[in-house]
């Protein structure tokens, strides 16, 4: 009897061993999302259906360099904050600019984009050359939750043009641009010149570079921690040259 007892305490104790080392070595697994109609920062990819872009591969990198995991899923960009701040994700990432209103809001790492607001018409429109040439019998149209979206309402507010149509996706909004349904376009340049190199002929930039921003990774209010990965895995993918790599498969 004693030795059985013995052996039955023995087992227990390798259990008890085995299920620490397993909890020892279980992964961090972080839920991140995006609107994947911001290319070439967020985008599906044609082939796979799967999320991808800049920000996917940059994450993916910062991730593997701190040693965590990475869950993914998309939604629409206003939803983005709210989901954040309800715990329902972990992370944005989805070319976000770093503005300070939404700093008040959300916790931002450093930033990883310097970019700026375009004014998009479609190809061979001859009454637009600027955001000057707008009128109040003309609308214009810009993403949802993005300042370009901010930029058209601020348009409409002052009486510069008719109506602020603002969109879901981007690719609903090029189409009515196409169609005549809006006059011109506002949103990010990089975002604008990626879609006129994936169909060009179709639109056209006008006038000078509004409104300069930065993109920076979204955290909840108060998550030092992992901020603090996001910012050291970034600085890592930095220095050794990863984030060259992607930006250049990216933007060049």
């Known amino acids: 009897m004693k030795n059985i007892k013995k052996f039955?305490?023995?087992?227990?104790?390798?259990?008890?061993?085995?299920?620490?080392?397993?909890c020892g070595q279980k992964e961090n697994v972080y839920k991140v999302a995006m609107e994947p109609t911001f290319p070439p920062f967020d985008t599906t990819d044609s082939k796979t259906g799967e999320l991808s872009g800049f920000d996917v591969d940059m994450m993916e990198a910062i991730a593997a360099d701190q040693g965590f995991k990475l869950e993914w899923s998309s939604m629409s960009f206003g939803g983005l904050i709210p989901?954040?701040?309800?715990?329902?994700?972990?992370i944005i990432a989805s070319g976000m600019n770093a503005s300070k209103a939404r700093r008040e809001q959300v916790d931002f790492s450093d930033t990883y984009y310097d970019s700026g607001l375009v004014v998009a018409v479609k190809a061979g429109n001859k009454d637009i050359k600027s955001i000057e040439d707008l009128t109040p019998a003309m609308k214009v149209g810009g993403q949802i939750g993005t300042t370009g979206a901010d930029k058209c309402k601020e348009l409409e507010t002052h009486g510069k043009i008719k109506?602020?149509?603002?969109?879901?996706g981007l690719d609903v909004a090029m189409m009515d641009l196409q169609n005549g349904t809006i006059d011109a376009l506002i949103n990010d340049l990089p975002v604008t010149k990626a879609y006129?190199?994936?169909?060009?002929?179709?639109?056209?930039?006008?006038?000078?570079?509004l409104n300069a921003e930065s993109y920076g990774?979204?955290?909840?209010?108060?998550?030092?921690?992992?901020?603090?990965?996001?910012?050291a895995g970034m600085k890592n993918i930095k220095e050794n040259g990863t984030f060259?790599?992607?930006?250049?498969?990216?933007f060049e």
């Open 8 to 22: 039955i305490a023995l087992i227990s104790a390798c259990i008890m061993v085995v299920s620490f080392a397993a």
């Open 83 to 90: 989901a954040l701040q309800s715990g329902n994700i972990d």
């Open 163 to 168: 109506e602020a149509k603002i969109y879901d």
């Open 196 to 209: 006129m190199n994936a169909k060009p002929g179709e639109v056209e930039i006008v006038g000078d570079v």
């Open 217 to 231: 990774i979204a955290v909840k209010k108060g998550n030092k921690e992992l901020l603090d990965k996001i910012n």
């Open 244 to 250: 060259d790599e992607l930006y250049n498969k990216w």
